[in-house]
């Protein structure tokens, strides 16, 4: 093959590649779909709530991503894509701007723990001792860095139960793993939100955690600071603070955020 045919075949080649790369990224568009960081409880109303918003704004994708709140928050701070993020609590988007890597946090929704195990043992729990009892061998929970795991501490330490409770415990990355094992026979019983229980398999629920021994469960909606996608992220926070997404949040069991705490 002469040399001046090779290098024109290759020149060609090359022109395809780049032709090809700029279609993809014009049917991506131009950053690519929204990236929403959400804690692993909100997967149901949130997938809805993503769809809702991409019919609302034609042209714009959402990609949620589901996981425990400072799970999410460490891929945020290792460099994941990642433009917005839904945490179970204050605290994570907290810590997030004051490193500079969030921002516009906005409450949203709120939650309560209830108290969950299979169907053999659900019955012989009655009180927040019975998980010290016989009947709970294996309690699943995450670690305290992860929101419900630190709300089910709080709550078990107002208790006095938290040192008799933590050989029980089997770790579990979020709260729908959590659910998961004692769906699945794994755990006897596990301390949920209220909005998990509701779509257990085989779980039931023990017994609610009266109201004012409920910790302050808040979720709250923040900005990643290096989004390339600003507008779209402000517009999805605006839509998941309005009438529509609320409706949403309400029907899977969540409630309005509560007043900011007083000083």
Known sequence: ????????????????????????????????????????SLREPVEQIAARFAAANPGVKVEPVFGASSELAAQLRAGAPLDVLLCADEEIPRALAAEGRARSARPFASNRLVV?????????????????????????????????????REWLGQRGLVQAIEPLVVQTPDVRTTLSAVDAGNADAAIVYATDARVAHS?????????????????????????????VAARFLDFLVGAE???????????????????
Do not use: N, W
Request: aromatic content about 4%.
């Open 1 to 40: 093959m002469p040399i001046a045919t090779g290098l024109r075949r290759v020149a060609l080649g090359l022109a395809a590649l780049v032709c090809a790369s700029l279609l993809v990224g014009c049917g991506r568009g131009e950053e690519g779909p929204l990236r929403v960081g959400a804690a692993a």
């Open 116 to 152: 969950i195990a299979t169907p053999e043992v659900a019955p012989q729990l009655a009180r927040p001792v019975d998980l010290a009892g016989p009947s709970v061998r294996r309690l699943a929970m995450p670690g305290p860095a992860v929101p419900i795991g630190h709300y089910a």
């Open 203 to 231: 779980a039931r629920v023990a017994f609610e955690i009266p109201g004012p021994e409920q910790p302050r469960i808040v979720y709250v909606a923040a900005i990643a600071s290096d989004t390339r996608q600003l507008g």
């Open 245 to 263: 997404a609320a409706k949403l949040l309400r029907v899977a069991g969540f409630g309005s955020p509560p007043e900011p705490p007083s000083p």
